[in-house]
């Protein structure tokens, strides 16, 4: 391991702002996370809308929005470390008290959030695993998770470069009856001046840069529906066919 990576590590069991979240520590140790149910009360000290970003990377969506929105709460929540170091580390410098950072797996946010606790989520580029739904962010299965932490009717806005991934989501939550509230299959033609929509992560900048339309869709997911998976069949994305060094080398063209 670099002596960059490091020192993020190091700097992550600094940071006020970061938490960091194990199953060994929740399910066989079985410490329960200190702030379930208390995040207005304890951290945040308001009662602020909270929102996650899933997947957050290097947290661009949870920092831009904190500076956009001061009158809400932003958590972003990845397992790669040294990737949220970016956000957090900004954050921590800019003295932004509306956003915080978890460390863990996504499929633990209901043992860290309280039922109600959450107003919306964000999904920026998340991999689309298109072999794989149950790992898929956007499936019945994270659906099912979300809205045990999620409000009646809350949002959850799915930004991504990936076709597949944008027309599954669209499928799942029309075939679920799920309010579709915004859908483009190309969101910088048919969304200008749009400041939240506007902010570009680490990934979205690659792809854009490649020539991929950005996709986006915002729906509200509801509790009170029996939630099953759409039979649909989805041409996969052939750039993504590739290995990760392979996908960095390529230069797409519309």
């Not at 950072?101 to 946010?109: D, H, L």
């Not at 790992?135 to 809350?154: C, D, H, I, P």
Request: hydrophobic share 35%.
């Amino acid at each position: 391991m670099s002596k960059n990576k490091l020192k993020k590590f190091a700097d992550m069991e600094r940071l006020p702002n970061v938490f960091q979240v194990t199953y060994h520590e929740l399910f066989e140790e079985g410490k329960p996370f200190e702030l379930k149910g208390h995040w207005h009360k304890d951290y945040f000290k308001n009662e602020n809308p909270i929102v996650l970003e899933l997947g957050c990377g290097k947290g661009e969506y949870a920092v831009g929005l904190a500076k956009q929105f001061p009158e809400k709460n932003f958590i972003g929540i990845d397992i790669k470390g040294a990737r949220m170091w970016t956000g957090a580390t900004q954050a921590n410098e800019e003295g932004l008290n509306n956003v915080a950072f978890i460390r863990m797996g996504i499929n633990m946010i209901n043992q860290c959030f309280a039922e109600n606790e959450v107003s919306e989520m964000w999904i920026t580029f998340a991999d689309p695993q298109m072999k794989k739904t149950n790992k898929r962010l956007t499936s019945t299965a994270f659906m099912r998770l979300y809205r045990q932490v999620l409000k009646n009717e809350g949002l959850i806005h799915l930004k991504s470069d990936s076709n597949f991934l944008f027309t599954y989501t669209v499928a799942m939550a029309e075939h679920n009856g799920l309010p579709v509230l915004t859908k483009t299959d190309n969101l910088y033609r048919d969304v200008t001046n749009n400041p939240v929509l506007n902010i570009k992560t680490y990934y979205e900048a690659q792809w854009i840069a490649r020539g991929l339309d950005i996709k986006y869709l915002q729906f509200q997911l509801l509790k009170d529906v029996e939630l099953s998976e759409p039979d649909i069949e989805i041409p996969l994305d052939e750039y993504r066919s590739f290995g990760r060094q392979k996908r960095s080398e390529l230069k797409l063209t519309k």
